[in-house]
């Protein structure tokens, strides 16, 4: 059993930055894919970004933060992080942590499916 805890969510504005932690429980830490997943009421949970396992050397960002976002792994602290930079209004959502603890070839995928340890949620509110 994983257990996730996001945290470093908020209120921003527009153009500003966030920096979202997610801490895991476990010894395997590093051999985990991990991504950062985000919801708006009545929709999908989309994939925002994820990163291979070990030293992260594998990365996918969706097109829509490509740029401004970054997802970076401490190993020796059992976290991933999500750097947002130049929020805008549409970044609005509930930001989750996901572990998948047997990814292929070291890359977890893009898919909500494919990940099987989610945490609680973290609030990201970007006002205009």
């Known amino acids: 059993q994983v257990q996730l805890a996001e945290s470093g969510g908020g209120l921003v504005q527009a153009g500003g930055s966030l920096r979202l932690s997610c801490v895991a429980s476990g010894r395997a830490f590093s051999s985990y894919a991990m991504g950062w997943f985000r919801q708006l009421p009545g929709k999908e949970r989309d994939v925002v970004a994820v990163?291979?396992?070990?030293?992260?050397?594998?990365?996918y960002y969706a097109s829509s933060v490509k740029g401004r976002f970054t997802i970076s792994r401490d190993n020796a602290k059992n976290t991933v992080y999500l750097q947002m930079n130049s929020l805008k209004p549409e970044d609005t959502a509930i930001y989750y942590c996901?572990?998948?603890?047997?990814?292929?070839?070291?890359?977890?995928?893009?898919?909500?499916?494919?990940?099987?340890?989610w945490g609680q949620g973290t609030q990201v509110t970007v006002s205009s």
């Open positions: 990163i291979s396992s070990g030293g992260g050397g594998i990365t």
């Open positions: 996901a572990a998948n603890t047997n990814p292929s070839s070291g890359y977890g995928g893009r898919g909500t499916y494919e990940y099987e340890y």
